[in-house]
């Protein structure tokens, strides 16, 4: 379906906004962008993130630089959709063979750092997220587990457009506890994915190393209702309370239908006012 469809689609849901992702746009055109801006804004929803999925790691040079621009004009489409406060979420980029630690360390950090400056001029928050592997991709996450994420928030300055887009799931799915994850970033999160990710019977998170070198998701991973997985919410939202995180929570949920959605949006909302205290 188109990203229209979508919207309109998504009305049926008890949602405040809808997130959007690179790949659902046919054009990256002003006047593209401002009729999905409008599209979103007439459906009576936010735009409080743009999904993107720069491969900062890339072992050729000039690909890289390529990122960067192709990234910092994702900044501005971004900021065309949600205006000052949205949230872009960046990656480090694949994990490709070729690179060492600490070649891709330096990489994901010097192409973070380049959208910086065009993030602060348009009030834009960079999200990095511990993220798996995008559809599109050979191979997973370069910081994907969780001491190379950590070494990578550490090359970053500290500043205020800058922080983590926290995805327990993907934790789960690394071989990583992420309610250890939460703990050592609670206080840079600025936007996260409540999704509960399961996999196939009989399949491990072994398995999932034989899929790397073949594009997109492996097929042993499966998303389903938010809150009926292996992540502890209970734990993972009393810390980001203690912390007074105010951002977006995402469902990242859907793949199974628009009924499973509104399960997951159901058990948010009960989530957020058992902890927060508050109906949103």
Not at 61 to 84: D, F, N, W
Not at 86 to 94: A, E, F, K, P, T
Not at 169 to 174: G, Y
Request: with cysteine; hydrophobic share 40%.
């Amino acid at each position: 379906m188109s990203v229209f469809d979508w919207i309109e689609q998504a009305k049926q849901l008890d949602a405040d906004g809808l997130e959007m992702y690179e790949g659902f746009f046919t054009s990256l055109e002003d006047a593209y962008i401002d009729d999905v801006a409008s599209a979103i804004q007439e459906a009576g929803f936010e735009m409080p993130m743009l999904c993107c999925s720069p491969d900062f790691t890339n072992p050729s040079p000039e690909k890289r630089l390529q990122t960067v621009a192709y990234q910092q004009q994702m900044i501005q489409v971004a900021h065309r959709l949600g205006g000052p406060g949205v949230v872009c979420r960046v990656l480090s980029g694949q994990r490709w063979p070729e690179i060492t630690r600490e070649e891709g360390l330096k990489y994901a950090a010097d192409g973070i750092q380049a959208c910086l400056p065009l993030a602060m001029e348009l009030g834009v928050t960079l999200g990095l997220e511990n993220h798996y592997k995008d559809g599109y991709w050979l191979y997973a996450e370069f910081a994907q587990k969780m001491d190379v994420f950590l070494d990578l928030l550490d090359l970053i300055t500290e500043n205020g457009n800058f922080g983590v887009q926290f995805d327990p799931s993907n934790a789960v799915v690394a071989g990583d506890d992420p309610v250890e994850l939460l703990r050592r970033v609670a206080n840079r999160v600025v936007s996260m994915h409540a999704s509960d990710r399961f996999l196939v019977p009989g399949a491990t998170l072994e398995d999932l190393k034989h899929a790397e070198g073949s594009a997109g998701y492996a097929a042993i991973l499966k998303h389903g209702v938010t809150g009926q997985g292996l992540n502890d919410y209970a734990a993972i939202f009393t810390i980001l309370r203690d912390v007074g995180y105010s951002g977006w929570i995402s469902i990242e949920d859907g793949m199974n239908g628009m009924d499973e959605m509104a399960e997951s949006l159901a058990f948010l909302r009960r989530s957020v006012e058992h902890y927060w205290g508050k109906s949103v």
